[in-house]
């Protein structure tokens, strides 16, 4: 019974557990399997990554220097490129990314390259783990395929071969790999049991779901469920500012609902790779079966018009100061795709910057996280902020509020500002009595 022996390994800690792709998922997955006793081949593409790892020189936030040169210092942890070495490892996690390509659509070729690659190199008692975020259907129908047939190898009995969805909150210094339950669905019911052995060894509470696709559709949910909540707090602000109503204190208020009620806020539009990306891995594959997720698709929508939203806000601000945007010069305070991480991937900020610069602004950035920036073949680089800065600039529109920024400076500058995270925190309580106060009052 190769499962047997294969989850024995694992117990064991004398399997190897292969990570492929050292990135925001890859590595930080590399150092559990490290710590918790297992040898760990990471395959990566990028040499740069390979080089930095080797000298425990981290490039991703959520694992700190010191963390993996520990890991590296065991002698458990190589980083190689060299993909014929996967057959060495008795345990593979896929961690690499799953981006929209130019129309859209899911681009499913990082996968299906490290797929193949898995598949020249497939040998009894492996387990094949695919973490990426997809569309329902992808284990079976892509992976499935590929690896059975490369060796005539069945799977559930010669091979394993399940999906398990990475939860990671960048820079969330609470949730963590270890105590952030883990979703696990098998292609059969001996997959299930191996890769459930295999995340234990890392992971508190292990889940098993019933298939695959269960598995993947679970990742879906929870990423499109906050799409869904996010659009609709950012068509609110659109409603409270046509309204003349403030949405922070709106939102906030509602927030004292101590049951069926969550809290999310608006803001610039959707950045990171995963909450603008994942919906349309679901939209997708569901009109391949003739079916429009309308919801879905409209909270995409409503959550990419919000960069154009903002810029139009700063046009009337510079309006009601008599400037026209052309020639203005726009400070855009944060750039990061959300506070305290450095990743610009999908940021709205991006957006936003086009869109002033496209008016004729003169658009510069400042953010703590962010030194430099690519924006359209032009390279930007952060500028300090300090009173001389702020005094020549015309309008601060404030994009992500990363915690370490001096916003006493900004609010005391005087300078006209979009505050698209009300993070200057003007009290409405205080500025104007409320309905329900104005009601009290007489
Ligand atoms: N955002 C809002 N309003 C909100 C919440 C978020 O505008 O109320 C914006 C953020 O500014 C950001 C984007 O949405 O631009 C995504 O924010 P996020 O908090 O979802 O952060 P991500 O993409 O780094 O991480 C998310 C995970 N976040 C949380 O659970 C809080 C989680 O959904 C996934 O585990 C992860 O993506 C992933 O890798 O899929």
Same mark, same amino acid.
């Given at each position: 019974?190769?499962?047997? $022996? ?28 490290? +710590? ?10 990028? +040499? ?35 993909? !014929? ?17 130019? #129309?859209g ?5 990082y ?11 497939? +040998? ?9 975020? #997809?569309?329902?259907?992808? #284990? ?6 590929? &690896? ?7 799977v ?18 609470h ?5 952030t ?11 299930? $049991?191996?890769?459930?052995? &295999?995340?234990? #060894? ?59 009620? /969550? ?14 990306v994942?919906?349309?891995?679901? $939209?997708?594959? /569901?009109?391949?079966l003739?079916?429009?997720?309308r %919801? ?9 018009? /919000? ?12 309006n ?27 940021s709205?900020?991006?957006d ?13 950035? =400042?953010?703590?996280f ?13 500028v ?5 800065? %702020? ?12 915690? $370490?920024? !001096?916003?006493? /400076?900004?609010?005391?500058?005087? +300078?006209?500002?979009v505050?698209?995270r009300?993070?200057?925190? =003007? ?16």
């Amino acid at each position: 019974m190769l499962e047997r $022996s294969l989850i024995s390994k694992i117990d064991s800690r004398e399997a190897t557990v292969g990570v492929v792709g050292l990135g925001y998922v890859g590595l930080p997955l590399a150092v559990e399997f490290v +710590r918790a006793g297992f040898h760990v081949v990471g395959f990566e593409l990028a +040499r740069a990554k390979i080089e930095g790892v080797r000298r425990g020189m981290s490039h991703v936030g959520d694992v700190p220097n010191d963390r993996l040169a520990e890991a590296v210092e065991t002698g458990r942890l190589v980083a190689t490129d060299d993909f !014929d070495r996967l057959g060495d490892a008795d345990a593979i996690c896929i961690c690499v990314p799953t981006p929209l390509n130019k #129309t859209g659509d899911p681009d499913v070729s990082y996968i299906m390259s490290v797929t193949d690659s898995i598949g020249r190199t497939l +040998r009894p008692g492996q387990l094949v783990v695919l973490k990426s975020t #997809t569309y329902p259907g992808t #284990t079976r129908e892509l992976l499935l395929p590929a &690896l059975s047939e490369a060796g005539g190898l069945r799977v559930g009995d010669d091979f394993f071969l399940a999906f398990s969805p990475e939860r990671v909150d960048p820079g969330n210094p609470h949730w963590t790999i270890s105590n952030t339950p883990k979703i696990v669905g098998g292609m059969t019911p001996a997959c299930a $049991s191996a890769a459930v052995a &295999l995340f234990s #060894t890392i992971i508190d509470n292990v889940i098993p779901v019933s298939s695959t696709e269960a598995a993947e559709l679970v990742k879906l949910l929870e990423n499109t469920f906050r799409s869904v909540n996010i659009a609709l707090a950012n068509e609110m602000a659109v409603v409270c500012d046509k309204l003349g109503v403030d949405v922070w204190e709106v939102i906030e208020a509602a927030a004292t609902k101590p049951f069926g009620f /969550m809290r999310f806020t608006p803001g610039p539009g959707l950045g990171g790779h995963c909450i603008p990306v994942d919906p349309h891995y679901l $939209s997708w594959k /569901m009109k391949t079966l003739d079916y429009k997720t309308r %919801l879905v698709e409209l909270a995409s929508e409503i959550n990419a018009e /919000m960069p154009a939203y903002v810029a139009q806000k700063a046009a009337d601000a510079l309006n009601q100061e008599g400037k026209p945007v052309r020639g203005s010069r726009v400070l855009v305070l944060g750039v990061a795709y959300k506070p305290d991480v450095a990743d610009t991937r999908e940021s709205p900020a991006l957006d936003i910057i086009r869109l002033l610069a496209s008016k004729g602004a003169e658009v510069y950035y =400042h953010d703590p996280f962010v030194p430099s920036l690519e924006h359209e073949g032009q390279a930007l680089s952060s500028v300090t902020l300090d009173l001389g800065v %702020l005094a020549a600039t015309d309008l601060i529109v404030i994009v992500t509020d990363h915690s $370490s920024v !001096d916003y006493e /400076m900004i609010r005391s500058s005087g +300078r006209p500002v979009v505050d698209t995270r009300n993070v200057l925190r =003007h009290d409405p309580v205080e500025e104007a009595p409320s309905a329900v106060q104005a009601a009290e009052a007489n």
